[in-house]
């Protein structure tokens, strides 16, 4: 960025308080420690979702099962190391064994002798050997994530703290502009072992480079000279996003549809806490007119019919109803593809709601799926099923595209972020949104109905 960057505004990765990037290297390694359990969170994800209703619980026992993998500090994740480890040993055998017992008295003495961070550094190492003797060679044909750069407009709170990953808060603000560089941690010798991660876990292996501020006229100047022909893709996340995962997924979403160069990311002040569902709500609505006025500055800047918009989860709710703001309010203007991925949005009202604003867009296409956890958890919630469920009379939707992701590998936990983890859905998208290909003429899409359609999986997935 140049013009209208202001340079305080920019802000890049600190260094670890040790001087060195070896605790940040492995702060990110911690997700690669849950791959002996996921059979095991699979099964329990599935009972969380399959018990009597009740919301607050589900999310409450979840909560203390997942996310101390995910986001403690050392002594847990240590702890869920160990835990891997020892599953490992009944499956894997001595190798593993031998390792995982040097890995826990190096821990033990470590400790002990009032080293905790050589002792955790030791038995972490240690216990990637033991995971490095657990898996088979991986392929190398998986696409990396090197370094990407996107635009973004937000409405969060600027928390004034140096580390970019925490550049903005969950509170609500005034529209700002900037760009997100995140790249891949560099992990050395232990790439190979990252490597063979699934794609669920290797979201964890990206950080938030920078966060660069610019005035919005100016980022929109650099869109126009990167968008090329087809105009920008403006994308709204969903519920339980912080800034800096928004960022990480935002990158992956742009690196699977192949949306280089017209990615924009619309971020609103989600709260980013999994207990945060109904505040999140009331956040989205009260950025509907930002999102709306957003619709239409980006139309009227690069003409009729190449702005395509896309909305994930909670953030298609906010799509849908915006566009219906936008529709009233500018009855005749054209927008490209809308694309609403897993929508939390009640069906019934989604219905409703169709005729006001089907008219100003290209197409209309909803992906679904039957292995939606989180969107059922919705469900319960609401007592009303959602629109990115299956099961729903998707022939009342003329002039909708439906694609049933059903018959596609789980690729994660909740079976709820497939935009990002999915290559089929990333391939999918790419038809879409870059060769402008409709449901009929892309690959892989086999009718099911007037406006029905399943994806197939590859014969290589």
Request: with cysteine; net charge neutral.
């Amino acid at each position: 960025m140049s013009d209208g960057v202001s340079e305080a505004a920019k802000k890049s990765s600190p260094r670890s308080k040790h001087g060195t990037e070896t605790l940040p290297m492995i702060l990110a390694m911690r997700p690669l420690f849950m791959l002996p359990l996921w059979p095991w969170v699979q099964r329990l994800d599935s009972d969380l979702v399959t018990r009597p209703p009740n919301v607050q619980k589900t999310c409450e026992a979840t909560q203390s099962f997942i996310f101390p993998l995910l986001h403690s500090k050392m002594p847990v994740w240590c702890t869920a190391c160990a835990r891997a480890c020892a599953f490992m040993v009944k499956v894997h055998g001595a190798n593993a064994k031998v390792l995982f017992r040097q890995a826990r008295l190096s821990y033990i003495s470590g400790m002990k002798m009032c080293a905790p961070s050589f002792a955790r550094l030791m038995g972490v190492m240690l216990c990637l050997g033991a995971l490095s003797c657990a898996f088979p060679v991986p392929s190398t044909a998986q696409t990396e994530i090197q370094a990407l750069e996107f635009p973004y407009f937000t409405l969060r709170n600027r928390t004034g703290s140096d580390d970019p990953s925490d550049f903005y808060g969950g509170e609500r603000s005034d529209l700002k502009a900037g760009a997100c560089r995140v790249e891949e941690l560099g992990l050395g010798v232990l790439a190979p072992l990252a490597d063979m991660a699934p794609n669920f876990l290797r979201e964890e292996l990206l950080r938030v480079q920078t966060v660069e501020e610019a005035d919005l006229g100016a980022i929109l100047d650099r869109l126009e000279g990167t968008v090329g022909a087809r105009g920008p893709a403006l994308y709204v996340h969903g519920y339980y996003i912080s800034f800096e995962k928004g960022c990480r997924r935002a990158a992956l979403l742009q690196q699977s549809a192949d949306l280089g160069g017209r990615f924009l990311w619309f971020s609103w002040p989600s709260n980013g806490a999994v207990a945060y569902y109904t505040h999140d709500e009331a956040d989205l609505y009260w950025s509907l007119p930002d999102i709306a006025d957003t619709i239409i500055n980006l139309e009227q800047r690069f003409g009729s019919g190449t702005v395509d918009v896309m909305g994930h989860s909670l953030g298609a709710r906010g799509v849908v109803l915006a566009l219906a703001e936008v529709a009233i309010r500018h009855p005749d203007i054209q927008l490209g593809h809308v694309v609403l991925l897993a929508p939390d949005m009640d069906f019934a009202i989604f219905e409703r709601m169709l005729p006001r604003f089907r008219p100003i867009a290209k197409s209309i296409t909803v992906y679904v799926t039957s292995g939606d956890r989180p969107l059922a958890l919705s469900a319960q919630l609401h007592g009303c099923s959602r629109l990115g469920e299956t099961g729903n009379d998707v022939s009342r939707l003329a002039g909708v595209e439906v694609i049933d992701l059903s018959d596609l590998p789980s690729e994660g936990p909740t079976g709820h972020l497939y935009h990002i983890y999915s290559r089929a859905v990333g391939e999918d998208l790419r038809r879409l949104l870059h060769a402008g290909e409709r449901a009929d003429a892309r690959q892989g899409l086999v009718a099911q109905g007037e406006n029905l359609w399943r994806l197939r999986p590859a014969t290589n997935e």
